[in-house]
């Protein structure tokens, strides 16, 4: 009989808190399922390879694992990733809403919380493209003296 696989863990947004219901990367309420962090489960492909791996782990988990990034490694993509999921569960599945609207709402009130505080996050957007462009002109520079 065939052992259960290992499931990984779905990447949050920053500001959803840690102890909320998580998911897998394949859809499952982790509680109810053995689950690997992303890092563990690069890790164990890394010394297990692909094929052992693959042996072990959900399939769809470890594609969907590939395919998307963090928050850290790209905001947009996660938030991409995010509106796929729920906009798919409300326009491309007919009938089923299991997907919720909480993106949406909290898209709402993020926006009203710039709106309340729109010079902090001005000064916090600008010294973002200050540094941006330091960077750029120090790589610049680096760049030319080599």
Do not use: N
Not at 56 to 69: I, Q
Request: a positive charge; one cysteine or more; proline letters at 3%.
């Amino acid at each position: 009989m065939k052992e259960p696989v290992d499931h990984i863990l779905r990447p949050s947004l920053p500001w959803r808190r840690p102890d909320e219901a998580a998911i897998t990367e394949c859809g499952y309420d982790a509680s109810k399922v053995k689950t690997l962090t992303r890092t563990e489960f690069f890790q164990r492909e890394k010394d297990l390879g692909k094929q052992r791996m693959a042996m072990l782990t959900c399939m769809t988990c470890s594609d969907t694992a590939r395919r998307w990034g963090r928050w850290d490694d790209d905001p947009r993509l996660a938030l991409q990733r995010e509106i796929e999921w729920e906009r798919r569960g409300a326009y491309y599945l007919r009938g089923r809403d299991d997907r919720g609207q909480r993106l949406k709402d909290e898209l709402i009130v993020i926006a009203a919380l710039i709106e309340e505080h729109r010079g902090e996050f001005e000064a916090a957007i600008l010294l973002r493209e200050q540094r941006r462009e330091w960077l750029e002109k120090k790589a610049a520079l680096e760049k030319k003296t080599k």
